[in-house]
């Protein structure tokens, strides 16, 4: 059973239009969660996590995530994308004990 | 401070060759741990270490397998390549506390083999 989905492989938006990168989980508990982004040739950098805190999360660059157990979702969002956040995006889902699930990943473009 | 450091960078095999793979982490973390990323499977873990001890392992055949110093440094080696092996490994590293917690990437490496 896949833990982690990340609902788009491919986002494209408009320079300066909202950002939405959806992320849902499977777990009877509340995991931790994080969102981490990749540019190209890079390793991956932490954008944001939610540890059972606030359900609003925010992180790096103007982006932030809110946390529903509701929906079991952890989506990604931005008010205005910007040029240099094309990149991969990533979630990751830690279940209990040390068991984490990397999401497959979704590819940002943003058109000038 | 310095960031995570791997090397090489970029490297070609043949099949049937070995590889070894370094990471140096951030000064004052103790867990580092190894990823595959391929277009194909996407993201998958292979091992953590701590404390010179493999503390966490996924699921890889036995040709993966690594170590760590004392220094917390750690290799990655890879035996009898495969084609499908060709990949970018990345290192991460951690205060190690938690596992895996808030992870520190490094630009990884990437293996191609022909």
């Known amino acids: 059973a896949q833990s982690v989905t990340q609902l788009d492989s491919h986002v494209s938006v408009s320079e300066g239009t909202p950002v939405l990168l959806r992320c849902n989980y499977s777990?009877?508990?509340?995991?931790?969660l994080f969102w981490y982004v990749q540019h190209p040739n890079k390793g991956l950098q932490l954008l944001l996590k939610?540890?059972?805190?606030?359900?609003l999360v925010k992180g790096i660059n103007g982006f932030e995530a809110e946390f529903k157990k509701s929906e079991t979702s952890f989506h990604l969002t931005k008010p205005s994308a910007h040029m240099s956040d094309a990149a991969e995006y990533f979630c990751?889902?830690?279940?209990?004990?040390?068991?984490?699930?990397f999401g497959t990943g979704t590819s940002l473009t943003v058109i000038p | 401070k310095a960031g995570v450091t791997q090397t090489p960078r970029y490297l070609i095999k043949t099949r049937g060759q070995q590889v070894t793979l370094s990471c140096s982490p951030i000064?004052?973390?103790?867990?580092v741990s190894w990823y595959q990323q391929t277009p194909g499977q996407g993201l998958q873990f292979l091992f953590e270490?701590?404390?010179?001890?493999?503390?966490n392992k996924g699921n890889f055949p036995g040709r993966f397998s690594g170590r760590q110093f004392s220094n917390s440094r750690s290799e990655m080696n890879v035996s009898t390549l495969e084609l499908g092996d060709s990949a970018l490994y990345l290192c991460?590293?951690?205060?190690?506390?938690?596992?895996?917690?808030?992870?520190?990437f490094g630009e990884g490496s990437r293996l191609t083999v022909l």
């Open positions: 991460a590293s951690s205060f190690g506390t938690i596992f895996p917690g808030e992870l520190f």
């Open positions: 777990s009877s508990y509340s995991p931790s």
């Open positions: 939610y540890t059972s805190a606030a359900t």
């Open positions: 990751v889902v830690i279940l209990t004990g040390n068991q984490f699930y």
């Open positions: 000064s004052g973390h103790r867990s």
């Open positions: 270490y701590f404390s010179e001890t493999q503390r």
